[in-house]
């Protein structure tokens, strides 16, 4: 089909795919290319998450949740994102270093297959969020609504991408993908783009902002709440990636280079999708830490290493008297009725809320 679009006896590996700027020349040999950056950036961010959702699945093996499956598919997902991407490395180029030959039946699937999947990685990640939400903070009323007006928005922000692929980057009955260059069709997506990385970006700062005054009436000393608002406060790095996609998802509408920004927006997708897979994992991640990791010996070796001599300093510090221990979330011996930490895996099967003048509740005791 791209021959075409040039001259009969002309080969379309001989001409560049989109026109160079004034002054360039179009590079078919060397060009630039941010091939081995999005490398990088798909195997860091998917290696990331994948330790992430492995410690969140380990610690809560025994009571595996709604969260937890919706986060199990929202990895697959991600991992066949990544994995599509990299096999599409060679079109990480301007568009002008392209040979119009590669502009193909193939590079229309590919396309097809990208925005098949983004939107559903997006919504089964940032829907686990929700309902870890739920798990925690599911006893008062303006937060159960909350958390389903969260859970219907990321429903209708990323699943129409599905049909919309289906309509304007797939071929009709009896045509071919070729014919796709031609039509376009797919450029109708674009502007859909933006709506949704706009709407994305709200989403993302919702989800930052939703727990934060719960953490901040939770009856806990201020180090542990500190603690608590610095492990959901990771949603914060989702409302960054979210801004970069947004920004490339514009520059795609405004660029006649549109391979070079539609591999710009492919590694901010991968990024937001794993921000938020880490995100829904963090608290169990955190866990699996202290459980696991923080009582081994090797980790207890680097603590001293670090710590050096102020282990010495610290034995000649009286301790203050000390009153009655004091209640620990999910810990194996109970120390009095007051206070909670987020501890083992526990958590992940609790509900955690407070009530309006600051106490804990555990809506399983009755909210006793």
Known sequence: ??????????????????????????????????????IAICTIMTACALVFVTARIYVNKRALNLSDYFMIVATVLDLAFAGVIISMIKYNRHQWDIPLCWINGQYMKFLFVNTILVGPALYFSKSSIFLMYRQFFSVKREMRIAIIIGLIATFLIYIPSIPLAAIFSAPRVGHSWEELI?????????????????????????????????????????????????????????????????????????????????????????????????????????????????????????????RGSRNDSSKDIQKAPQGPELATFGSPRP???????????????????TNDSGVSLNPENGGK
Do not use: H
């Open 1 to 38: 089909m791209a021959s075409a679009l040039v001259p009969p006896g002309v080969d379309p590996c001989t001409v560049p795919s989109g026109m160079p700027p004034p002054g360039q020349t179009w590079n078919f040999d060397n060009p630039v290319s941010v091939a081995s950056i999005t």
């Open 182 to 306: 031609i039509t376009r069709s797919i450029e109708l997506l674009i502007p859909w783009g933006i709506v949704q990385g706009t709407v994305s970006l709200a989403l993302d700062i919702y989800i930052f902002i939703l727990p934060i005054p719960i953490l901040s009436k939770l009856n806990i000393t201020f180090s542990k709440r500190l603690q608590l608002l610095a492990v959901f406060a990771t949603a914060l790095m989702g409302v960054t990636a979210s801004v970069i996609a947004l920004a490339y998802r514009i520059k795609l509408v405004m660029s006649a280079d549109s391979t070079w920004q539609q591999a710009a927006l492919w590694m901010a997708i991968v990024v937001e999708n794993n921000v938020a897979i880490i995100v829904g994992s963090m608290p169990a991640f955190a866990n699996f830490i202290r459980i696991y990791v923080s009582e081994t010996k090797a980790f207890k070796s680097l603590q001293s290493m670090l």
């Open 335 to 353: 120390r009095g009725p007051s206070y909670y930490e987020l501890t083992d895996s526990a958590i992940m099967r609790t509900q955690l809320t």
